[in-house]
C-alpha cells in the first residue's frame, strides 16, 4: 500500500493500521513514522511521475494528502492529477477518505450512499470534483469512505483539539454551534482501521464503492457532556467568536476559509453506516467513553 499524505491526520493513522495488518506499507513523505517497519518515498505528492514511480508494484494507493484550507483551490487538483497518473500506471485501488462538504448546506440530517451531491461552498465544489474524477475513471477502482469531524489521540489542529476542547482547562468548551444539531464525528484510529478492512476485502466490493463511516454523531451539548465525564468535572459552553472571523474575514483568508464552513456546525447532520456495517460485519467501533479520554489527554495534558 502507498499512503500520500502519511504524515498527516488520516494519514498517519492509515499508516499503523496497514501495517499492524501485515501490510508492506510505502509512506510518502518521507519522515513519517510508524511502530512497524516501513518504506518511505521522498517526493512531491503533486508530482505525477513521482507518484507514479512511487505507486510502481502498489495493490493500493491511499490519497491521505489533504492540504490547508487555503491551498485547497490550487493543491487539490494539482494532487487528484498525480493520483490519477499514479493509479492508472499501476492499476492500484485508489482508497480515498472522504467528507461531507459536497452534499452543501442544503444537506438532509441522514447522509446515506444515495444523498445527492449539491455543493455550494468552494471547498464542497473541489471535493465534489475530485470524487467525480474518481468514479469516472475505468483503468482502476476506488473506494470512497466518508467522515464526519476528526476526533484524535494527538493534537493536530482539528476543530476538537484545535478550537473546542482548548478552554477545558479552565472549565469551559468553545463549541461553535447550535448545541442541540447533530454533528459527525469520527475516531481516527477507528477509521483507518476501517479504510484497511475495506481495502483487504477489495476484491470483493463493486468497482466505485462508496461508504459512510457513522462514527459518533451528537449534538453538541451531548459531546460536552461525553467531555464533562471524561475529566471529572462540569463544563460550561462558551461563544465562539464568529463575529470577530467575521469583520477580521476582509484581511484574514483563513477567516473566510472557516466562515464558509460554519453552516456544518448548525446543519444537523450524520452519517449512515449501514452499508458499511453490510460489509464490515465485525467491526467493532470504540465506544465515546474510551475515546474522548484520549482525545482530550494530549490536549490537557
Not at 512497524?36 to 514511480?53: G, L, N, S, Y
Not at 484550507?69 to 499514479?86: F, H, Q, V
Not at 482502476?140 to 478550537?163: H, K, V, Y
Not at 449501514?274 to 490537557?300: G, K
Amino acid at each position: 500500500v502507498l499512503i500520500l499524505g502519511a504524515r498527516g491526520r488520516f494519514g498517519r493513522h492509515a499508516l499503523h493500521a496497514f501495517a499492524a495488518q501485515g501490510w508492506h506499507v510505502r509512506a510518502l513523505p518521507r519522515g513519517a513514522s510508524a511502530d512497524a517497519a516501513h518504506e518511505t518515498v521522498d517526493a512531491d505528492a503533486t508530482d505525477p511521475d513521482a507518484v507514479t514511480r512511487a505507486a510502481q508494484g502498489a495493490a493500493v494507493i491511499v490519497q491521505a494528502a489533504n492540504p490547508p484550507y487555503l491551498a485547497w483551490a490550487m493543491e487539490i487538483p494539482r494532487l487528484t492529477t498525480a493520483l490519477l497518473a499514479a493509479a492508472r500506471a499501476s492499476g492500484a485501488t485508489v482508497l480515498l477518505p472522504g467528507n461531507v462538504y459536497a452534499y452543501g448546506t442544503s444537506m438532509p440530517e441522514r447522509l446515506t450512499e444515495r444523498t445527492p451531491v449539491r455543493p455550494d461552498t468552494r471547498k464542497g465544489r473541489l471535493r465534489a470534483e475530485l470524487e467525480a474524477a474518481l468514479q469516472a475513471e475505468t483503468a482502476f477502482q476506488t473506494i470512497i469512505l466518508r467522515a464526519g469531524d476528526f476526533l484524535d489521540d494527538r493534537a493536530s489542529g482539528n476543530w476538537f483539539d484545535g478550537q473546542i476542547a482548548p478552554p477545558a482547562a479552565k472549565g469551559r468548551v468553545a463549541y461553535p454551534g447550535r448545541l442541540d444539531a447533530v454533528h459527525a464525528w469520527a475516531w481516527l484510529p477507528d477509521l483507518a482501521r476501517a479504510a484497511e478492512a475495506l481495502a483487504s476485502r477489495r476484491n470483493t466490493l463493486p468497482r466505485h464503492a462508496a461508504y459512510g463511516f457513522e462514527g459518533i454523531s451528537l449534538p453538541g451539548a451531548e459531546l460536552i457532556e461525553a467531555m464533562s465525564q471524561a475529566l471529572g468535572k462540569p463544563l460550561r459552553p462558551k461563544g465562539f467568536p464568529w463575529p470577530l472571523l467575521r469583520l477580521a474575514a476582509p484581511f484574514w483568508p483563513l477567516g473566510r476559509e472557516l466562515l464558509e464552513m460554519r453552516y456544518l456546525w448548525d446543519t444537523p447532520h450524520r452519517i449512515d453506516g449501514a452499508a458499511l456495517r453490510e460489509v464490515l460485519p465485525d467491526f467493532r467501533p470504540t465506544p465515546l467513553s474510551e475515546a474522548m479520554p484520549r482525545a482530550l489527554a494530549p490536549i490537557l495534558g
